[in-house]
């Protein structure tokens, strides 16, 4: 059957997103398969066995691919705090898929706008919202982004003006 052979899903993952809501069980619980599918697209690991969503390697494949992934993993993953910490602070909107009690972590809700800027609080606990400490760091983000847009800015008009004067040339 097609959809089992190993050679010829990994083969239309070129040519097809998501491929692995489509093999068979047997494939969806292939360690080798699902680690290959998930270095590609992390979110196959949605579609894997609870076995392969409990394995250390396939699960931090994933989550490298795409920090959200955690949320397709085994608990132990999405309750692993030093995890967590690291997952926000490669990819801050992961904070979005965490659990409550993490939503509600100071360090990381902290880290989660460091790196994702202020738009990821609307994620954290209303607590934190109000907290003090992350509205500076917010702020502190958010002039970094002014900064980048005021060069973005000045870079354009720059442009633009050596094409008008090489333009009348």
Request: hydrophobic fraction near 40%.
């Amino acid at each position: 059957h097609l959809l089992d052979d190993k050679t010829t899903m990994l083969k239309m993952t070129q040519f097809m997103y998501n491929i692995a809501e489509y093999v068979s069980d047997r494939l969806k619980a292939d360690r080798d398969f699902m680690l290959k599918l998930v270095k590609q697209d992390g979110s196959a690991l949605k579609y894997a066995s609870a076995e392969l969503k409990d394995d250390d390697e396939v699960v931090l494949a994933a989550i490298e691919q795409n920090g959200r992934n955690i949320i397709y993993a085994n608990s132990r993953f999405q309750e692993d705090r030093e995890l967590v910490l690291k997952v926000v602070k490669k990819q801050g909107y992961s904070l979005e898929v965490l659990s409550d009690k993490f939503k509600d972590d100071k360090e990381i809700v902290l880290q989660a706008v460091r790196h994702a800027g202020g738009g990821v609080l609307r994620a954290a606990s209303l607590r934190l919202q109000n907290d003090e400490d992350i509205a500076k760091e917010q702020n502190a983000n958010n002039r970094n982004t002014c900064k980048a847009i005021n060069l973005i800015s000045f870079l354009c008009k720059l442009i633009l003006s050596n094409l008008l004067t090489n333009s009348q040339l």
